[in-house]
């Protein structure tokens, strides 16, 4: 059986080059921008005020000077500003040339048309013209698009930008045992959940993600589910991928001409999880137990997704303390639904004592998998290891 690290490098290799799209900016939250965002203007495009107060000369500090006039925001002060004069100005609005200096109104005390300045910090209160950045500056980040980022964008003046199409990801989950959720299941049978959570990991990496109708365990029912995905970036299929007398996967893809880059791989929860491509279309293989398809779904199906956005994978391993002592390892690299609490320096991580593939709402209260490596040898508490955040 191959490495995680090495299936991983196998599904990224199932990628095509993300495709260009013009969205309005508005509509572009996590995004993966393709083209860089040109900001249009300067910003400030004049030196502004900081505060509400009033600009003049520090060299006239502290006064008595007069108020010779008013800026706004939006609303220029357009006379002459000789020395020993003030102006009276607002957050927002452009400092004349000439002043300086903005005094906080609260640092000043005014009689009539005068003010004397009480206190003056060393804040000169004025953001200089271009200190946030310069017409022909390029936004490129290697990451998808945050709200902040679509603030930055739009104070540049771009109304639309590139970015990659999202990936068509089509779900295919089945079994005789499966129901929809809200049906009524009968002997034998339970309500089907990871094709919901498998579709929403797809769309939490960027792609729209499509639910196919609950596939019968019969060779004719997948075939006609994968002829219904086809047009996909992706196919994901849930469960059938082990060795029972049902598990049809694997042997429907392959008469359907799968060309297969594995089937299983020494990971624990996983390990029937296959990866290729039909034609055009990337596949990937997901095992049925819920944990099972939803830690592959993450750690294989979003950086595949992100990858075909021109995304960095992510997902990055970080570091946390053990809470508890662990027992060696077996051949399998094993993903350990964990709880994380604060710790003096790095957080401490507390695995769950059952570690069921099936066993959903362990995974609900868990902030991460610690990553156990195959083979790796007991741990104290103490040590520190490896783990994904979820
Ligand atoms: N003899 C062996 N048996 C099994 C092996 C093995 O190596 N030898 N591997 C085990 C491991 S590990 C896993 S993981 C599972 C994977 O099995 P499949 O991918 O074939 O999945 P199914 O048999 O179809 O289902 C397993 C389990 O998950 C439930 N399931 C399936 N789909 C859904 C869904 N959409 N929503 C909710 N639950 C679902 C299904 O009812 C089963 O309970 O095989 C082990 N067996
Ligand atoms: O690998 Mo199975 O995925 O252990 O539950």
Redesign the pocket.
Known sequence: MISVEEARALVLALATPPEPEEVAVHDALGRALLAPAVARLTQPPFDASAMDGYALRSADLPGPLPVIGTAAAGVPFEGETPNGTAIRIFTGAAVPPGYDRVVMQEHVTRDGDRITVAESSGNLNIRLKGNDFAEGAEFLPARALRSSDLGLIAAMNVPRITVARRPRVVVL?G?D??VPPGGHPGAGQ?I????IAIAALAREAGAEAAILPLARDTEESLRARFAEAEGADLIVT???????DH?LIAKVSGDLGMERSFYKLAMR????LMAGRMGPTAMLGL????V?AIVCGKLFMQPLIRAMQGLPPGDEPERAVLARDLPPEGDRQHYQRARLEKGAGLEVIDPFTDQD??RQWILAEADALLVRPARDPARKAGEQVNFVRL
């Not at 095992?287 to 819920?290: A, H, K, L």
């Open positions: 989950a079994g045992e499966l339970i089907s959940s990871n094709d849930i469960g059938g991928a082990s060795v029972g598990d929860p996983g390990k029937p095992p049925g137990n819920p099972s593939s099936a």
